[in-house]
Structures are given as C-alpha cells and as structure tokens.
C-alpha cells in the first residue's frame, strides 16, 4: 500500500507539470489584435464626473458653467439635457480617485457638487 500510494503521487506529479509549451490558435492572436484595434480608436470609456447642478432652467445653468470655467479653465464642462432638466458635469476622469481631488475644490464653491459614473472622453 505504502508503494502504490508513493507510485500514484509520483505519476499524479509529474501529470502536473509535463505541460512544457502552450501553442496559441491564429484565430485567437487575430481576435486580440482586433480588440487591441477597436480600443485605440474608441473615444469614449467609462469614467467619472462631477455634477455641478441641475436645473429645469437652461439659463442658469449656462451662467454655472461660464462661472465655472472662470474658476476652473483646465476642465472641460459639458451640459446635459436629460428633460425635463439641464445638468452641468465637469471633467473626464479615468478615477474616481482623480474626481475626489478636484471635488474638494469644486464644493467650496458649489457646494450640492457630487461624483457621478459617467462616459468620459478618450484624450
């Protein structure tokens, strides 16, 4: 017994490590390169923004975002319309990390300002 169990861990070893060479299908190197491919040209991913404000009237919030860009010119605002309201979110971070630092700048001055996940721009 104490030979036939010493035997099958022996066989059961070496079954575990004889794989020696991995050989990858041509279609599969194809397929990644087409992903690789349709990443680069994408324009956007999923990121964060922060939200300003929100509002029904699209005056206010054009005014927010002209006094936004006077305080903040490096990040790029977009207005919304999603009816019945306008909402204003600013940036294209890639994390939610990068938000929270420009977040504690921005809620001085707007203080409602929040993190929301968002489809951002590709630079």
Known sequence: MKYL??????????????QDNVVQD????RLINKYNEYTSKRE???????????????????????????QFPELASYV???????????????TRLDATYYLQQIIVYYTGAFIVKDKIKVK
């Open 44 to 70: 956007t991913t999923d990121g964060y923004r922060i939200q300003i404000t929100y509002t029904d009237i699209r005056e206010e919030v054009y005014k927010s975002k002209a006094g936004l860009y006077k």
């Open 5 to 18: 169990s010493s035997l099958f861990f022996l066989l059961f070893c070496s079954g575990v490590f004889a």
């Open 80 to 94: 919304e319309y999603e009816p019945p309201y306008y909402k204003l979110r600013v940036g294209d971070f890639k």
């Open 26 to 29: 041509s279609s599969i190197t």
